[in-house]
């Protein structure tokens, strides 16, 4: 997949990482087996943000074998589902303290008050995190209620109506 066509993928799929707060993170693990966590995000524009402490065991993992998969969904009805599917590498990066998009994810969903008081514990919480940022090198997004539907379902439902 071309970048253009990475872009445009992920601009279509803007309001649903604007919105959506928790991703399904897909990675081998130590043993090379794999491993797909639920794990909060934040869409930067460019990279697809996630954190976590800096000696969780996936930063090991992550670390020996960068290469990720993930979805982001939303919906719970056929008419309101939307999924975005990526592909990418993860860059890596310890930081001290507290991830800045860690805290931008916690406000797309928590009222100020609430926010300020996770953001307190954070600090509080974290000498050090990992900064895990996924760069899209595949990308599909799906919005069921509008019709971009995968080609194998548009194709049986041709064949079927």
């Not at 803007?14 to 707060?21: D, I, K, P, Y």
């Not at 930081?95 to 954070?122: I, M, Q, S, T, W």
Request: with cysteine; hydrophobic share 45%; aromatic share 8%.
């Amino acid at each position: 997949m071309d970048p253009e066509q990475i872009a445009q993928e992920l601009a279509d799929a803007h309001e649903l990482l604007g919105q959506a707060s928790m991703a399904r993170l897909a990675y081998n693990g130590p043993d090379g087996l794999p491993r797909v966590i639920p794990i909060g995000f934040f869409w930067t524009g460019d990279e697809i943000v996630m954190s976590t402490a800096a000696t969780a065991p996936k930063v090991t993992a992550l670390s020996a074998r960068p290469e990720v998969a993930l979805t982001i969904d939303t919906g719970d009805s056929p008419g309101s589902a939307m999924t975005l599917s990526v592909r990418g590498v993860v860059h890596l990066t310890i930081v001290d303290g507290v991830v800045p998009e860690y805290l931008a994810a916690a406000r797309k969903n928590f009222d100020v008050e609430y926010a300020a008081e996770f953001e307190r514990n954070c600090r509080a919480l974290y000498d050090r995190m990992a900064r895990i940022a996924v760069e899209p090198r595949w990308a599909r997004f799906y919005d069921f209620g509008a019709g971009r539907v995968p080609r194998f379902l548009a194709d049986l439902a041709e064949k079927s109506g």
